[in-house]
């Protein structure tokens, strides 16, 4: 495996050809990340992972300083998994000074990107769509896979980059159903016995057997609730007539450690 840490090596590995897959990461890899890695070797030849912590999707009073660094473990974890490149980059060289991250043509979309979590995070996406872009520029991959558990990040990602096949993995949960997430380290053993609890009534309202307001309620009685909707998967709007698949979708705080969860269904 070969860990790279700048541009010019990895445009050179880059150009020795084959069909790449990439996977980018912020590290703190999980069994999620993992099984983004096994698509990506499904669909390549060669598989490229990066790690970089994204100071542009970090908010002022956000955890960018806590965020979990695990360096060592998470090149342990890639090696075992057969992963043929890791890119590390710093940030001088993501960001340098003649790199401009215009937010042309995402006027007309603004909505994607300021709804849901951008209603409380509005720097997030474009903050994603800036790294995702730049680091494409560098990597050139053919294949890229994100997971579906930041659903609105995933359609963001689908809809505003061009010329990288966009693959899909699903959400990895633990055994209790707690989707897994690098923030899950924040959980104290207590609280992810109450942060389970979240997906069991995600089913519930998907399943019909209790409406949104009896599952806002619910949700309540064990978090602090930023945001529950069912909406039109594809547009993230109303659902109507036309849906062909629903989204559930949710964000929850329990302390101060931020969950995120969905469930996508057809109709
Ligand atoms: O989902 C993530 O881990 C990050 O948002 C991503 C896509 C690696 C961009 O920093």
């Given at each position: 495996m070969e860990i790279i840490s700048d541009i010019g090596t990895m445009e050179k590995w880059r150009?020795?050809?084959?069909?790449?897959?990439?996977?980018?990461?912020?590290?703190?890899?999980?069994?999620?990340?993992?099984?983004?890695?096994?698509?990506?070797?499904?669909?390549?030849?060669?598989?490229?992972?990066?790690?970089?912590?994204?100071?542009?999707?970090?908010?002022?009073?956000?955890?960018?300083?806590?965020?979990?660094?695990?360096?060592?473990?998470?090149?342990?974890?890639?090696?075992?998994?057969?992963?043929?490149c890791v890119f590390v980059p710093d940030a001088e060289m993501i960001y340098p000074d003649n790199v401009v991250f215009t937010r042309a043509g995402l006027e007309e979309k603004r909505y994607l990107f300021e709804t849901l979590c951008g209603k409380t995070r509005p720097h997030f996406f474009y903050g994603v769509l800036q790294v995702v872009r730049r680091l494409f520029e560098i990597v050139r991959?053919?294949?890229?896979?994100?997971?579906?558990?930041?659903?609105?990040?995933?359609?963001?990602?689908?809809?505003?980059?061009?010329?990288?096949?966009?693959?899909?993995?699903?959400?990895?949960?633990?055994e209790s159903g707690l989707a897994m997430s690098t923030r899950n380290q924040?959980?104290?053993?207590g609280e992810r016995l109450i942060a389970a609890n979240l997906y069991k009534i995600l089913c519930q309202l998907q399943q019909g057997e209790l409406g949104i307001k009896s599952v806002t309620k619910q949700l309540q009685s064990y978090f602090e609730l930023d945001y529950l909707v069912m909406l039109d998967a594809n547009t993230l709007k109303q659902i109507t007539d036309n849906t062909s698949k629903i989204a559930i979708l949710c964000v929850v705080f329990l302390g101060s450690t931020r969950l995120i969860d969905n469930i996508i269904f057809t109709k």
């Open positions: 150009d020795k050809g084959e069909k790449v897959a990439f996977v980018p990461t912020m590290g703190g890899l999980h069994q999620g990340h993992l099984s983004l890695i096994d698509l990506a070797r499904e669909s390549a030849d060669r598989v490229v992972v990066s790690i970089f912590v994204n100071p542009m999707q970090f908010g002022e009073n956000e955890d960018f300083a806590d965020y979990p660094r695990t360096l060592d473990g998470d090149l342990k974890l890639l090696e075992k998994c057969q992963v043929d991959p053919d294949v890229a896979v994100f997971g579906q558990k930041d659903y609105q990040q995933l359609q963001i990602i689908k809809q505003f980059t061009e010329g990288v096949e966009i693959i899909e993995g699903a959400i990895v949960r633990e924040y959980l104290s053993m």
